[in-house]
């Protein structure tokens, strides 16, 4: 069965390559930070995982070393 948070952007090609970069700009707007972040294909990348950001302004991703830097 299609994942019904995904199916649609598959089809149209808009979903984001999941980890393709080592670092993401997120705005307040991204919060609760995850990842996968949305948008982003979840069929080759690992469980979500939600980051804790707000305190420091930024986070790492245990699962693929991502690093994620709270923006404006």
Do not use: Q
Not at 1 to 22: K, Q, W
Not at 44 to 49: D, E, G, L
Request: charged share 15%; with cysteine; proline share 11%.
């Amino acid at each position: 069965m299609p994942n019904p948070d995904t199916a649609s952007a598959a089809v149209d090609g808009s979903l984001i390559p999941s980890n393709a970069e080592n670092s993401y700009a997120v705005t307040p707007a991204d919060l609760p930070l995850h990842c996968p972040m949305e948008g982003m294909s979840l069929w080759n990348s690992h469980p979500r995982v939600y980051l804790s950001i707000e305190a420091t302004g930024k986070a790492k991703c245990p699962y693929c070393g991502a690093d994620f830097t709270l923006r404006d």
